[in-house]
T-cell receptor, first 113, second 114 residues
Framework: SQQGEEDPQALSIQEGENATMNCSYK?????LQWYRQNSGRGLVHLIL?????REKHSGRLRVTLDTSKKSSSLLITASRAADTASYFC?????????????FGQGTELSVKP | NAGVTQTPKFRVLKTGQSMTLLCAQD?????MYWYRQDPGMGLRLIHY???????AKGEVPDGYNVSRLKKQNFLLGLESAAPSQTSVYFC?????????????FGPGTRLTVT
């Protein structure tokens, strides 16, 4: 079963605009991660936010986490055509679970030049 | 470092045939994982390993077997391929940490079963 549900499933914006993707999950977590997948490639880790953190930044990425609502958002500011990719949230399955992650279904982002 | 590599990149099988997918990592990671990715389904965990000689079932293990004889390698086997196993397969690895850490992914193997 999928832990995370992402919204929207697809997003199309113009270069320079901001892109916001949301992720909801069902059970308590220790951390939440975001990954990017370019077409035909493997996933690449973007950022990790711990359950005791509310916001985290990395370059043009801003992630928020609301554990009371079991939701997270990923904001990409000043988007570029190179940001076109699918973005996945992933939550941990808990300690002593072999480091397993549970992935959402992803948001497909298209940034038009 | 090459990171995580997967062999082969593409494969076409006929129903009932068998094959083995090889995953190798050169980062000395303890944990390794096999996922499948299908349209609209995200990634689903097939099997995983927390160390050399150990394996465990994930979310969708039926029809697959795995082995981790060496720390750097994780093999995924299909004994009798079925069309439902047409998918893109990803291997990933992660280090052993107290906290759960990021996973490093290979480039994927696209498998078609006819």
């Amino acid at each position: 079963s999928q832990q995370g549900e992402e919204d929207p499933q697809a997003l199309s914006i113009q270069e320079g605009e901001n892109a916001t993707m949301n992720c909801s999950y069902k059970t308590s977590i220790n951390n939440l991660q975001w990954y990017r997948q370019n077409s035909g490639r493997g996933l690449v880790h973007l950022i990790l936010i711990r359950s005791n953190e509310r916001e985290k930044h990395s370059g043009r990425l801003r992630v928020t986490l609301d554990t009371s609502k079991k939701s997270s958002s990923l904001l990409i500011t000043a988007s570029r055509a190179a940001d076109t990719a699918s973005y996945f949230c992933a939550t941990d399955a808990g300690y002593n679970q072999g480091g397993k992650l549970i992935f959402g279904q992803g948001t497909e982002l298209s940034v038009k030049p | 470092n090459a990171g995580v590599t997967q062999t082969p990149k593409f494969r076409v099988l006929k129903t009932g045939q068998s094959m083995t997918l090889l995953c190798a990592q050169d980062m000395n990671h303890e944990y390794m994982y096999w996922y499948r990715q299908d349209p609209g389904m995200g990634l689903r965990l097939i099997h995983y390993s927390v160390g050399e000689g150990t394996t465990a079932k994930g979310e969708v293990p039926d029809g697959y077997n795995v082995s981790r004889l060496k720390k750097q390698n994780f093999l995924l086997g299909l004994e009798s391929a079925a069309p439902s196993q047409t998918s893109v397969y990803f291997c990933a690895s992660s280090p052993l940490r107290v906290e759960i850490y990021e996973q490093y992914f290979g480039p994927g193997t696209r498998l078609t079963v006819t």
